[in-house]
């Protein structure tokens, strides 16, 4: 087996969107392409729906669909194509945020008539951070929606993206005729009323031929024309090399759930996506081609049996082939790790599998050695960096409801955290434990968790804080810092890897604490070297 061809083969993406752009419907009709399912309805809703929140049989139904969706593979056009689920509800926010780390390009979805929302500014903004490079699908043309080209200008302002399109609607809405694909220069034309069928593609080196009049009407010729000629005017022409540097981002234009623009979309990501890009680790970056292998757990998932306390840590392989059986060095815990049955994900299902390559995904059972982050290699002490904490938006206290397990209590949160449900902070002051997390759901799924998977049960109470940050002291041993420790002792917690945090209880105290100690960083997220 050819290992270079291996890797040159794999595309491993994400797509990610606001809640109901269409990801789920997107997902699909690239699985469909692929053969990978046959028919729509078979990949599973993984939304968690407002009405759930206290719902707890639905958030555990949830989190079995997302397993299962975790990574979805498939063949197409001789591409292994890789997709990592991202969740889109805001309160799992954190957890796509680590996908992303595990992703080398990514699907923006955009609903047309909504265009940029808030949680998409979000994810572009961090994918911009991490120079992934992006290709922007605009969603449900079959609605009325807003201008194409309004809308691209919203997408480069409010995203601060730099778009090229490559290919453009003929007619929106009711008056939707097709697709002009500026990549491959052809015409993918609606055909019926139902809007459900594809006529064949026209090609169309040259939009003055005048059987473009007769395919769809004077009207709508001269104004794609003209759009086509705006286009060409204003937008810089595609750029590959531009794309994968993050600097340019083209842009598709379709309808998911019609099954329309989504070829073309799949056709141009096979061929300019990148694939498996090598990585920055601490200590050196690792080329995707080496032999040795390296990789990284980006994501902890739960059993779905509460009986059984096991979990699958999905790994990301970087370089090397990760085969079963050989013994790999776990780096934090110095140790040497065997895995006798990982998972390779295909469609919707899981199997055993002997090898996987760079970009691949491998899923391995784990009894509590993993936390979200750990690299794996044959034995070189490499640590791969890129998945900091952000500051959690809500912080409780939580007291242990039944003193009789509070050891119940302790390992449960222990688990939890590390699967990165949730951020632990300590308080310097008293020891007692403050819960943060990215919206209010979590509190809920830790709740339960705790009594039905480790038998423990607990309460919350409020806990106002603004933001949490993490602390760096110029000197440690200069007054300003002993001080500035002793003050604001109140404030102060140290995190699950024993960093120090200052949780600022508004955001005018934050600044005043910022003039008073100028010499003590306060960073907004966990990774600050
Ligand atoms: P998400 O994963 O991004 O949250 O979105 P999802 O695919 O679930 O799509 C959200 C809604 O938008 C769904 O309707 C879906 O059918 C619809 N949708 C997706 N693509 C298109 C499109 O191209 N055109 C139109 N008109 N609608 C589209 P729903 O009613 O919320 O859900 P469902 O009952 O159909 O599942």
């Not at 951070?129 to 302002?157: C, H, S, T, W, Y």
């Not at 300003?480 to 917690?493: G, I, S, T």
Request: charged share 30%.
């Amino acid at each position: 087996m050819n290992f270079k061809k291996e890797i040159a083969k794999r595309r491993t993406f994400g797509i990610i969107s606001h809640p109901d752009a269409g990801k789920t419907t997107l997902t699909e009709k690239l699985l469909l392409f692929g053969g990978a399912i046959q028919e729509a309805g078979a990949v599973k809703n993984n939304k968690i729906k407002k009405s759930a929140t206290s719902d707890f049989m639905e958030i555990e139904r949830q989190r079995g669909i997302s397993v299962a969706t975790s990574v979805l593979a498939f063949l197409y056009k001789d591409k292994k194509i890789n997709i990592l689920d991202t969740p889109g509800h805001k309160d799992f926010a954190e957890d796509t945020f680590r996908t992303l780390t595990a992703v080398d390009s990514v699907i923006v979805v955009i609903d047309v008539a909504k265009g940029v929302e808030e949680q998409t500014k979000k994810l572009v903004e961090v994918c911009r951070m991490r120079k992934i490079p992006m290709i922007v699908f605009i969603n449900k043309l079959d609605r009325e929606g807003k201008d194409a080209f309004d809308l691209l200008d919203e997408v480069e302002q409010e995203l601060g993206l730099t778009v090229t399109p490559l290919s453009f609607p003929i007619g929106m809405g009711y008056d939707f005729k097709g697709i002009y694909n500026i990549y491959e220069k052809n015409i993918n034309l609606f055909s019926g009323d139902s809007k459900k069928n594809i006529e064949d593609t026209i090609a169309f080196d040259d939009l003055s031929n005048p059987d473009l009049d007769k395919i769809i009407g004077d009207k709508a010729a001269a104004t794609l024309r003209e759009n086509i000629e705006l286009i060409e005017g204003v937008y810089p022409p595609f750029n590959k090399q531009a794309y994968l540097e993050a600097n340019q981002q083209p842009v598709f234009f379709g309808s998911a759930l019609n099954n329309f623009g989504v070829r073309e979309l799949l056709d141009c990501f096979i061929e300019i996506a990148p694939p498996p890009r090598d990585k920055m680790a601490q200590e050196r970056l690792v080329k995707a081609d080496e032999q040795q292998m390296t990789g990284f757990v980006f994501k902890i998932h739960a059993n779905m049996d509460p009986k059984h306390r096991d979990r699958l840590a999905f790994v990301k392989v970087v370089s090397g082939t990760f085969e079963r059986n050989k013994p790999y060095l776990h780096v934090r815990q110095d140790k040497k790790l065997k895995f006798s049955s990982p998972n390779a994900f295909f469609a919707e299902k899981k199997e055993i599998v002997d090898t996987s390559f760079p970009g691949d995904i491998v899923g391995l059972h784990d009894t509590g050695n993993f936390k979200i982050g750990d690299t794996l290699t044959e034995g070189e002490t490499i640590h791969y960096k890129g998945i900091p904490s952000f500051s959690p938006e809500h912080f409780r206290y939580i007291n242990n409801a039944d003193p009789m397990k509070s050891k119940q209590l302790y390992k449960g949160i222990d688990q939890l955290m590390d699967e990165g449900v949730a951020q632990l902070f300590t308080l310097e002051l008293n020891g007692r434990k403050v819960i943060g997390t990215v919206g209010a759901l979590q509190y809920e799924v830790i709740q339960y968790r705790l009594e039905h998977e480790y038998g423990a049960r607990c309460t919350y109470e409020n806990f106002p804080v603004h933001k949490a940050c993490w602390v760096e002291a110029n000197d440690p041993n200069s007054d300003e810092f002993k001080e500035f420790k002793r003050v604001k002792q109140k404030f102060l917690a140290t995190d699950k890897r024993g960093q120090l945090v200052f949780l600022a209880d508004s955001a005018f105290s934050l600044q005043m604490t910022q003039q008073k100690y100028p010499n003590v960083k306060l960073h907004f997220t966990s990774e600050f070297s």
